[in-house]
Every structure is written in C-alpha cells, then in structure tokens.
C-alpha cells in the first residue's frame, strides 16, 4: 500500500506535467509582444549603438517638447532558464519596465532594455555572462550611459530620471553615480538577486 508520501507526489504529478509542457516563447515572439505594446501607443523600437552593445530601447515616434526625460531601464529579464543553467536569450518574457514607460502619465518617457535583451544573444559581443555574473560589469555599466546620452539627444532633455526595475535598479543605481546628475527610483530594484 502507498504512504502518504507516495499519493502527494502522484497528486502532484498533473500540475508538474503541465508546467513541463508550457513552453517559454522564443525570442523573436518576446520582441514581438514588445512591439506589440509599443506600436498602438505611437512608440517605436531604436538601436541605439552603445560602445560594446547595441542596446534596443522604444520611445515615441513624435517627440513633446520637455526639459526632462525618464528613462525606464529593464530588470534582468529572462536570465535564466533554470536555477543554475543561463538561458540562450535574457530577452524578458513579459517587458515589466516596458509597461512602466508607456503608462506614465505626464511628460516624456522612454524605455531602455538591457545587453542583448531584444537583440542578437548569439552575437560575438553577447555572452551569458552579460546577463549572469557580469550584468553590472563596467561594460554593461558604460553601454547604458551611452545609450542614455543618445536618448536624452534624442529629446533634447535637460535632465534624466532613471526608473530601474528589478536589476535594472542597480543599473540605474550605478549609472545615476556616475553621471552625478541623473535622478533614479528603483521600483523592486534588487540587484544583488542570485537565482
């Protein structure tokens, strides 16, 4: 006869089938659903050259006049596929920092996403660890603040607000101090979160 233990396992059984047959989207469906969110509200996706990286970000298409910009910076995204194995692609699952930047309310916003999120992952410049063990290296670190430069060109703005999510506080966190000027918030900024 089976114990107790035996019958919890076999009840649980169905819900472990289940959640071994949901698939992660690939990474061209998880730009897709970025470009989903951004297109109706007038945004549009930007490569913007960085040093190392190309890093992708969206913004509006038609640019309001204003002395400051925020910039919504994305959290780790899909980092890893397991608790100890990097996945292929960080390319967020669901663009959390995304859905910030197009619902801020009032003035000019836009989004950021991080090292090879939205990208190439495979290119010879993305490695995992850019998004593992090394997703606040100094290139990583110096990438953003490129980026950031081309955006606030881009809207002319006088001043930054940097909104890290997740991960991305601490990238926010570690550009802010470098530029001396930008201003940050950290909505469930955990950078030092280890899978």
Request: proline share 8%; glycine share 8%; hydrophobic share 45%.
């Amino acid at each position: 006869m089976a114990s107790w233990r035996s019958w919890g396992v076999l009840a649980l059984l169905p819900s472990l089938l289940l959640a071994a047959c949901v698939q992660v989207p690939s990474p061209a469906e998880r730009r897709a659903q970025a470009d989903a969110l951004a297109t109706p509200r007038g945004w549009e996706r930007l490569t913007l050259p960085a040093g190392d990286f190309e890093l992708i970000g969206y913004a509006p298409a038609r640019i309001r006049a204003g002395e400051e910009l925020t910039v919504y910076i994305e959290g780790d995204g899909f980092a890893w596929a397991s608790s100890t194995r990097p996945s292929r692609d960080p390319t967020p699952r669901s663009p959390l920092a995304l859905q910030l930047a197009l619902a801020q309310p009032a003035g000019n916003a836009a989004y950021l996403a991080r090292p090879c999120q939205y990208g190439d992952a495979q290119a010879s410049d993305c490695s995992p660890r850019y998004w593992t063990d090394a997703r606040f290296a100094e290139q990583v670190i110096a990438a953003t603040d490129r980026a950031l430069d081309a955006l606030k060109a881009r809207f002319a703005a006088q001043r930054l607000v940097l909104v890290g999510y997740s991960g991305g506080g601490a990238v926010a966190s570690l550009v802010a101090a470098r530029r001396g000027a930008a201003r940050r918030r950290t909505p469930a900024g955990d950078g030092g979160r280890q899978p």
